[in-house]
């Protein structure tokens, strides 16, 4: 059985290293990366991701414009983001970028989990039911 690949971005190495034990311990292949610039230095490690979570606010480059390039360079995997600053502005342009999900800070970690098991599903089987567009 393959196991899914999990690309988890934030700056905050506390919070990626807890991410990556959460995401461990739920029998994913957690790989992590501290910002844009290494993820652009280490994309075709992470082209068979099934999932992006990601920091908004991380030095060098916001989660968005880290997005956009990826779209640029054809990695389609959907993503989840994480923000403390979400406007409706940064909502419509994460949905717009395949941001399926946008929690704000403090992260329930059960809806965290739920939101990858979603995001992993066909969008036609309920996998993309929230386009980014709501505040969890």
Request: charged fraction near 35%; hydrophobic fraction near 40%.
């Amino acid at each position: 059985m393959k196991v899914t690949k999990i690309l988890i971005i934030d700056d905050d190495a506390s919070v990626r290293e807890c991410y990556g034990r959460l995401f461990r311990r739920e029998g994913y292949d957690a790989r992590l990366e501290s910002g844009g610039a290494s993820v652009e230095r280490n994309l075709e490690e992470h082209r068979d991701a099934g999932v992006v979570i990601l920091d908004y606010r991380m030095p060098g480059m916001d989660g968005l414009e880290l997005i956009r390039r990826l779209r640029s360079r054809d990695f389609t995997a959907p993503g989840v983001m994480v923000t403390a600053f979400a406007t409706a502005e940064i909502l419509e342009e994460a949905g717009r970028l395949g941001i399926r999900r946008v929690f704000s800070k403090p992260v329930n970690v059960s809806q965290l989990l739920q939101a990858v098991r979603d995001s992993l599903l066909p969008r036609a089987a309920g996998g993309g039911g929230d386009d980014g567009d709501e505040r969890e």
